[in-house]
Every structure is written in structure tokens, then in C-alpha cells.
């Protein structure tokens, strides 16, 4: 089975997946009237999911297939496997550091494994990666 055809495949299945999250999430009733209630953020997440599931499966249809299939694949398979890596190293260090630190690091270490050689900005992604839990921190406290 082609890598085009494996994609349209998961693609539709993440659409089917955000689309039945949605439609279960709209079931639960808010217990006050006028409260977002507590069906508000899956629905968040399950249409977030099915939008990009599709925006993914347009970007696939209408793409051509890549010259060097076994580079992308290769590619493809590292920055996966770095990425379980963090991780499992980020639910390590969370409970040793706390969740800034070890969101920093995780952030600043996912940055970089997703980043190409020719993007990467070691002193952005430190903004990012400092800047980012500190707010998340800031907003739920």
C-alpha cells in the first residue's frame, strides 16, 4: 500500500474520530444555564481534530508524491522515535523538576526535533519554550 493512500486512510479515520468526539461531547448538558458546562472543551478538541483531520486529507489528495520516498520515510521514522523519547523523558523529569522546568525542556527539545537544519533558531525556540508554560502556568493558576 502506497504512503499517499496510508495517509488518506488516517486522515479519515481522524476525521470520523473528531466527528463522533463532537457529536458525543454535544450530549453533555450544562448543569447551569448559560455555563459552557463540561462538554465545552471536548468539542474544542474534537472539532479541532476533525478540522485538521481534513485540512490533512486535502493536503494529501492534492499532493504530489515526494521524489526521495526512502529519505522522507527515514526522516520520518527518527523525528517519531526522538519524539516518543521526550516524551518519556518529559513524564520523567516531570514529577523530579515540576511542570515549568520540565515543559521548557520538553518544548525546547520538541522544537528542534521537528525543525529542519535550515530553520532552526536556538534562541527563538528558548523564547517559545520559556514563554509558553509560564503563561499555560499563569492562566490556570
Known sequence: ??????????????????????LEASKIRPVMEKDLGSGFFPKIVGLSILLV????????IKREPPKDK???????????????AAIVGYTILYDLLGFILSTVLYLFVQICILSNRGNRNYKLFAAISLITPIIIYGLFM
Open 53 to 60: 483531520a481534513v485540512i490533512q486529507l486535502i493536503q494529501t
Open 1 to 22: 500500500m502506497g504512503e499517499k493512500i496510508k495517509e488518506i486512510i488516517c486522515s479519515v479515520i481522524f476525521a470520523v474520530f473528531g466527528g463522533c468526539m463532537y
Open 70 to 84: 526512502n529519505q522522507d520515510a527515514d526522516e520520518d521514522t527518527k523525528g517519531g522515535l526522538f519524539t516518543i
